[in-house]
């Protein structure tokens, strides 16, 4: 149980590669068996996140609508995983990509996104996300730019609907209970809600989101005018706050404990899940492991 498909990917396309993550167990961090608690690892899709699903499916999505082309500049906000994303799959379809971000990203991250082609553009880390957002809205209305805009394109939850929940479904063989996820965009956990509600509507959807003053990377509490559009409240059963200190805790321990490199709002949805589990006589709890940990090897993450 819990295996993914294995077939041999030694002649297939690097697009090919996105999706089919594992599911691990964890079995360290919490002593219930009654109780298992699953990890998808969305850190060994190819751009090495999950964002890979959402730049895909939004890239090809506008392509196929004719909506981008040769010659059009694209451009995003992002916090990192979803610029290095775009970065990446942009190249393999020769579009040209400017990403904002605040100047307090990882350096792993800008080196990334430049590694692949990318033009990146950094604002203020006082301006946070918001800022990043209001610099490539501004560029678009002067008309020099496209943003597929992954906060309210429909593209962004479709590629969980059509691949992660799927994912999920299969290889819990359908005993999944409940699921985890932190909340940036929102496409990840309303995608896979939308499946996996259609397969059982007792599943329980879980949504992690920082406590007031928090600052973990993936993970946001939008103020009211910059709350994804996406976002549909009522397709989240639960939300949890996690403050900075667990979600670095967490991460910290995940590695040294169990294994497990990741990075800090996968901290988050764990400690939520292991709090989750605490609450619960028997479920099978399954979280998104957004990425790996060498996406912040730079910062004070991993520090003693």
Known sequence: MMQTDTASHSM??????IGNTPLIEITRLHDNPKVKIYCKLEGNNPGGSVKDRAAYGMIKGALDRG???????????????????????????NLDIELVMPENSTRERVLTMEAFG????????????????DYATAQVEKGTH????????????????QGTGPEIWRDTEGTITHFVSSMGTTGTIMGVSRFL?????????????????????????WPKEYLPTIFEPERVDRTMDI??????????????????????????AVAASLRLANELEEGVIVCIICDRGDRYLSSDLFGV
């Open 118 to 133: 990318a033009k990146v553009t950094l604002t203020s880390a006082e301006g946070s996300m918001e800022e990043a957002i």
């Open 12 to 17: 297939t396309k690097l697009i090919d590669l």
């Open 243 to 268: 403050s900075e200190e667990e979600a670095t805790a967490m991460t910290r321990k995940m590695a040294k404990v169990e294994g497990l490199f990741a990075g800090m709002s996968s901290g988050g």
């Open 197 to 221: 509600k259609e397969k059982n509507p007792t599943i329980q959807i879980i949504g992690c989101q920082p406590t007031d003053g928090s600052r973990i990377p993936g993970i946001r509490r």
């Open 67 to 93: 909506e981008i082309g040769p010659g059009m500049k694209l451009i995003e906000a992002t916090s990192g995983n979803t610029g290095i994303a775009l970065a990446m799959i942009a190249r393999l379809f």
């Open 146 to 161: 496209v943003m597929l805009n992954q906060f309210g394109n429909p593209d962004n939850y479709g590629a969980h609907y």
